[in-house]
Every structure is written in structure tokens, then in C-alpha cells.
């Protein structure tokens, strides 16, 4: 049974933009503080990470495929650079009113992965900042943690430090 830790993109990983909600460029791309220390704790304690993003606009003017796959590369660049690597990455294109099926909080994007993967949903968590993600992970049968840019409260630091003592 693999424990996994399940991870929004944007305003889990990295800012996400107060004005816009999405990351449009290398110079908007921020980390949240504390998240790259943290995955690395967690890939210690085998844990596996998954990117499970709802990405509106992606193939649109807005937000042009070409941008977000240089946003995504030079992110999981970084965080290879500092040995830490994501399993998979399952990302959603569709704006809320197409109401897809893989969009989150439903749960089809993961469909053929839960199938093939036996995971410990005892001890495997969606790390969220968006009530769709939360709405996902009781979707998934997974537990949930909060994340927000510079809070005290919710910062991956803590989050990190909650989840690694309720495993032991």
C-alpha cells in the first residue's frame, strides 16, 4: 500500500496570483515558503506525490499550453534540482460550466490511477487551499490538509509536521 500525498498547483505549490488565480509567466511563479523542505520530509517517509490541478483556460489565449508546460517544466526543475520528483501529474482544461468529469472535486481524472494503485488512505492526504480540493479528497476516500501563502496557521511547515506525527 503506497501512502500519497496528493497536491493542488496553484496556491499549494506556488502563488497563485491574487488578480488573475493563475500563474502566466517564470516572474509570477512563487513557492510557497517551507514547500520544497516539506516534500522533501515527506518522499523520506515514502511518501508518493501527485499533482492534481484544475487549470481553467488552459489551451485558451489566456493561458496558452506553450506557457503553462514552461511553468511546469522550470517548477518540477526546481524542485529536481533539490530531489524532488512527482509521480504523476493529472491536469484538468475544462472551465467550471463545461461540468467534465475530471474536473475537481470529481474524481474521473483519476480514475485509471486509483485502479492500478493500492494506496494507504489512511495515510494519504489532498493538501488543498480550494474547497474543490477538499470536495476531492473525501471524493477519493483520502484525509485533507489546508495550505495558504505566508499563514501561520496553514503553512506547509505545520501541515508537514501534523501529518509526519499522526503516521508514526
Known amino acids: 500500500m503506497k501512502k500519497i500525498l496528493f ?3 496553484d496556491g499549494t505549490l506556488i ?4 488578480k488573475t488565480f493563475q500563474v502566466n509567466s517564470l516572474e509570477e511563479m512563487v513557492f ?17 506525490l501527485v499533482i492534481v490541478t ?8 489566456s493561458n496558452p499550453r506553450e506557457n503553462y508546460e514552461k511553468i ?41 490511477y486509483l485502479d492500478r494503485t493500492k494506496i494507504d488512505l489512511k495515510n494519504s492526504y489532498m493538501i488543498w487551499d480550494r474547497e474543490s480540493d477538499k470536495e ?11 495550505v495558504e501563502f505566508w499563514s501561520k496557521k ?3 511547515e505545520k501541515l508537514t509536521e501534523k501529518i509526519l506525527k499522526s503516521n508514526k
Open 72 to 112: 511546469n517544466k522550470k517548477m518540477l526543475e526546481i524542485f529536481a534540482w533539490e530531489a524532488v520528483e512527482f509521480q504523476e501529474i493529472f491536469e484538468c482544461p475544462h472551465f467550471p460550466e463545461d461540468n467534465c468529469n475530471c474536473r475537481k472535486p470529481k474524481v474521473w481524472i483519476l480514475w485509471d
Open 136 to 146: 476531492f479528497a473525501k471524493n477519493i476516500w483520502v484525509n485533507f490538509e489546508k
Open 15 to 18: 502563488q497563485e496570483p491574487a
Open 154 to 156: 496553514y503553512n506547509w
Open 7 to 9: 497536491i493542488d498547483r
Open 32 to 48: 510557497l515558503p517551507w514547500v520544497i523542505c516539506s516534500l522533501k520530509k515527506f518522499i523520506d517517509s515514502w511518501y508518493e
Open 54 to 61: 484544475n487549470q481553467d483556460w488552459l489551451w485558451t489565449k
